[in-house]
């Protein structure tokens, strides 16, 4: 079996150690992993992941980041950095990583839903807007992103937009009328 056999089947054993909620034999065979081959993309997101859910933003940001580094069109690594650069307050870098993201999948509604959440915290209103907007393309009955750009027109003073976008709302959702 070839080296990178190998490292595929650690690999394996990891991903189910870490199923099984054995985190610290999950992390030992991605060390192990990484120690033979350090590009092995697969182990620095699951350290990456480990190291998140244990709270540990700087060691899983800097996980994610080779992952991402060594395997570039993965959107799960990428959506992994971005929840990791928010949580270590890095926003812009978090945003790169869900532009990334919809950059791999256009299609991608909840990444989109998060950068127009994290766009509309930083105070930029009309970019959030425009991006609730896509997803309000994608996906017309989104309620989340349809609500939320009522409130942001509203805060604009574009009242007419805002109620035309509530009655959609009530359209959408009369149970709650």
Known sequence: MSVEGMQEEV?????????????ARAAALCT?????CPDFAGASYLL????????????????????VRNNPQSVDYYQALAVA?????????????????????????????KLAA???EQGRTMDAIKEYGVVIQLDPGNLEA??????????????????DGYRRLLVLQP???
């Open 11 to 23: 690999f394996r054993m990891a991903q189910v150690a870490y199923q099984q909620g054995d985190h």
């Open 32 to 36: 192990e992993i990484l120690a033979a």
């Open 48 to 67: 990456g992941v480990l190291a998140l859910q244990s709270g540990d933003v700087t060691a899983a940001t800097r996980h994610l980041s080779v992952a």
């Open 85 to 113: 650069c928010y949580q270590a307050g890095e926003l812009q870098q978090a945003e790169r990583s869900l532009r990334s993201v919809i950059e791999l999948a256009p299609g991608q509604v909840d990444a989109r839903l």
């Open 118 to 120: 994290l766009l509309r």
């Open 146 to 163: 349809l609500f939320v750009t009522c409130l942001l027109h509203r805060q604009l003073g574009d009242f007419q937009v805002a109620l």
């Open 175 to 177: 149970e709650n009328a």
